[in-house]
Each structure stands twice: as C-alpha cells, then as structure tokens.
C-alpha cells in the first residue's frame, strides 16, 4: 500500500532538518505477551523539538511513524512544524518498530520468529507508550495530543484515536486508505485510478502506454528476448516468462509512483522526481521515436533520475513482494513485506480493461500462496476491518480524512463526504499523496492552501476544547 517510502537507497542530507534532536527510548519488545519475552525492551527512534513550544500547556503534536526511515517523513512533513509554530506545540517524530534504526532484534529482526512482533497493535502501544512517558518526562500531562499521518502513517493516526482516545484527542489522517488495505474496495480500483491520472492529461497518452505494453507482450510471445533487451536498455537478456512477468512488474511500479508523487514541484522524496511527473511521463510518451523506447524513457524518470544507469537491472531496480504497488528496497521492505502478509491486505491488480497495464492478478490465493513460503504465515482476511472498524466509523470522533484526486490511493480511503460533525472529509482537486502535510510552496495550488488553512482551524478548535474541558 502506502507502498513507497521505501522506493530509493537515495540519502539527503540530515542538516535539511536541523531543529529536530534524534533520540531513543527504551520501548517493551512483546506489548501484549508478559511470558514470551518478560519486560525485554529495544531502543525505538523518535525525533523531537521544542523550538515552537509554549512549555508545558501548548499541544503535542506526534507523527505516528509509518513504513521507513523516520528522518524521511520528518523531512517531508514540513505542515507540522508550520502549524506548531503557530499554534506553539511541541513536535515529536516517531519511528515504526522494525523500520530505519528501530530494529527489536538488530540485524536479526526479519528471522523467523522474531519478525512476528511487527505487528499495527504493537506498533501503537509503542506510540501510546511513549507519548505517555514523554508527558511525564516533561511535564506536559496536561498538554493536548494530536496524531498526524501520511499513507499507512495516516490509517496509524485514526486508529491511534479508536484505540486510544484516552491519549489521543484528535487525528490527521492524510491519504489513509483505510477501507482499501482492509479488503473493503475493488481490486481493480487501485490501477484504475493510476491509469485515470495519465489518461486525465491526454488520452493519447493511456493509449501509447498500452501501445508499449502491446509491443512488449508480442515479442515475449515470439521469445525475441534480444529484443526485448534491447529496446529497454536491459542489463542481462531476459530468458523466461519469469523476467518478462518482473519486467512489467517494474515498469508498471514506475506509473504508481509518478501518479502518487504528481506534486506541482520537484521533490526528494522516495528518489527524485521532477516537477508534475504525469505531465513529464506522458509528453516523453508521446514525443518517443518508437513505443517501446518512449517507455524505457518515461519509467527512467523513476528508475533512472540521475541519468546515470547505463543499463536497468531488473531484479535490483524493483522486488516484487505481497503489495503489487511496490516494497521498495532494503530492510525496510522486508518488513513491509510481511505486514502485507499479515494484517495489511492489497489483492490489487492490473487486467488491462479498466486500466492500461497487462493483466497481473494478486489474488487472495496467490497472496496466500506467497505469505506461506516467504513468511511462512498464512494471512487472515477481514482482521484489519475486525480490529479497526473498516467502514463503521460512526462512534469515532476527531478525525480529518484528507485525500487529493490525484492520488491512487484516495479512493480507498474517507473520501467526498464528512460522516459526522466530527469526522471530517477534506478533498484536494490538485492533490497527490498527502500533499497537504508537506511544507508550503510557492507552487501550491490553491486548494491545498485551503485544505490547510481548514485543518489548522479544526485542530486548533479540538486543541481548545480539550484545555478547556481539562482545566
């Protein structure tokens, strides 16, 4: 799903975010078991500044970490400090358990059975722990907390609010697909809508990509693997219908990416992207010599940012995994790997009717099939809908569900229509994945200023009332 922090080995620089002190607390390994592991801890990352804060009485502000390095969200989620600095919150990063630093079990975290505490209900209690601890620790017991998240960082806020409404007085929950990844949407939906993004800027551009896909599967076909080869600047000739399926795996990955990353200006995050990568992918579609080179081009855009791959690597560019929009690479998408095996479900796949790719099914059967041998566990569908209340939202409160329509992931989340007074849908026309988190830019279309300007009123409302009700 939020498939895609974990898309670059790419590094930037750490003095880009100076305020933040980078610290470990020392977190309980085994929340909900006191026999398998006693009270054993491991050291979990969180990254904290007080630069804006009114000590003492102003909100805590906390980013419930997600599916990578935590300097990288911290980076990337400029709005939080903004709106700190006006509202005076203390600003707190947390890192998920077994992602960037905050491994349990060090190098070995991703062994069977240590691997089985990456869990979403021990990685909330490890946020529900150490906002607790850190209140005491600095004498905030009476300030406010708000939870903001990006992604699956967003379905992590709403259910740190279901979950623990004791700790949490409200949530915002940027680009959460909370009703995709708990098996309650179409599993055609997801490409659909990547597709809808470059067929929205011109049609034609929809058709050269299936006109791409079309050539590729005929010299499959005949084994014109030489070809094949050729045309997308291939470092080793593919030799089985096994490359051929990884091939399109990787070239179909580099559409969700630019579809999720379609922001009006160049970004660092998960690699390199140009300024409006849609755009940019369809015009280098369209003004191509031949298809197939166009598309070795426009997916270079992603793969190949620098320029300076000579040749593509198939099985080290893209790993496919349990999530068909991507794991990413590094330890990171291990675990990513696994919590798409276990609670997070995304049967997504392409069939290339309602969308422009090749078939590529990921079924129920074909997930379970995978989970078994890679993990060996067996998924449980239905538990992420059980244990968080998929659709049935009614009797929370104090959530902002905030989606862009250009984001692939928006339709599997809170989209349109507010379900109560306190449950509140804000749409983005011109909005990619969680855009509205991201600090501001000269380049911002009007609508997220707006989103924006919205959500720092109803927070700053929730915060008031929760200092009132508390004094």
């Not at 980076?75 to 990063?93: D, K, M, P, S, W």
């Not at 034609?204 to 006109?211: E, S, T």
């Not at 995050?269 to 369209?286: D, H, I, N």
């Amino acid at each position: 799903m939020p498939s895609y922090e974990r898309q670059t080995s790419e590094k930037i620089p750490q003095d880009l975010a100076p305020d933040f002190k980078e610290k470990y607390f020392k977190q309980i390994l085994d929340h909900f078991n006191y026999n398998s592991l006693g009270n054993g801890t491991y050291d979990q990352r969180y990254l904290i500044t007080d630069q804006y804060w009114k000590k003492g009485n102003g909100p805590i502000f906390f980013y419930t970490g997600n599916e990578g390095d935590i300097w990288e969200f911290a980076r990337n989620t400029g709005f939080i400090t903004e709106l700190a600095a006006v509202q005076g919150a203390l600003v707190i990063f947390a890192e998920h358990r077994y992602y960037g630093k905050s491994l349990p079990f060090g190098k070995d975290s991703f062994n069977i059975p240590e691997v089985g505490l990456l869990t979403v209900e021990q990685a909330l209690a490890d946020y529900a722990v150490v906002i607790t601890e850190l209140k005491k620790e600095l004498g905030a017991q009476k300030c406010p907390v708000i939870v903001f998240g990006g992604s699956y960082g967003g379905m992590l806020s709403v259910y740190m609010r279901i979950r623990y409404p004791n700790i949490v007085t409200g949530a915002l929950a940027a680009s959460a697909p909370i009703l995709s990844t708990a098996g309650l949407t179409d599993s055609r939906q997801f490409f659909q809508d990547v597709t809808a993004d470059f067929e929205k800027f011109k049609p034609a551009c929809r058709d050269a990509v299936q006109g791409a896909f079309q050539k590729l599967n005929t010299l499959a076909q005949q084994k014109d693997y030489r070809r094949i080869q050729s045309a997308f600047s291939l470092c080793k000739t593919p030799s089985t219908p096994k490359d051929i399926h990884q091939l399109i795996g990787l070239l179909r990955n580099a559409f969700t990416m630019m579809a999720m990353l379609d922001y009006p200006y160049s970004t660092h995050f998960m690699g390199s992207m140009p300024a409006f990568p849609v755009k940019v992918a369809c015009e280098t579609m369209l003004n191509g010599t031949d298809l197939m080179s166009a598309l070795r081009d426009t997916v270079g855009i992603v793969y190949n940012s620098t320029g300076q791959l000579t040749c593509y690597d198939l099985y080290s560019l893209y790993v496919e995994c349990a999530d068909p929009t991507g794991c990413g690479l590094g330890f990171d998408s291990y675990a990513w790997d696994y919590q798409a095996c276990t609670e997070i479900e995304m049967c997504y796949e392409s069939n290339n009717v309602t969308d422009m790719f090749p078939p590529m099914t990921f079924t129920e059967q074909q997930r379970e099939q995978y989970c078994s041998k890679r993990w060996g566990v067996v998924p449980r569908p239905g538990w992420l809908k059980t244990q968080y209340w998929g659709d049935d939202l009614s009797t929370a409160s104090n959530i902002i569900f905030s989606n862009g329509d250009l984001d692939p992931w928006a339709d599997g989340g809170v989209r349109q229509k507010s379900l109560s007074p306190s449950l509140i849908a804000i749409n983005i026309p011109e909005g990619a994945h969680h855009l509205d988190l991201r600090e501001s830019n000269p380049n911002d279309p009007e609508s997220v200023i707006v989103a924006r300007k919205k959500e720092s009123e109803i927070i700053s409302q929730w915060v008031k009332a929760a200092m009132e009700s508390s004094s």
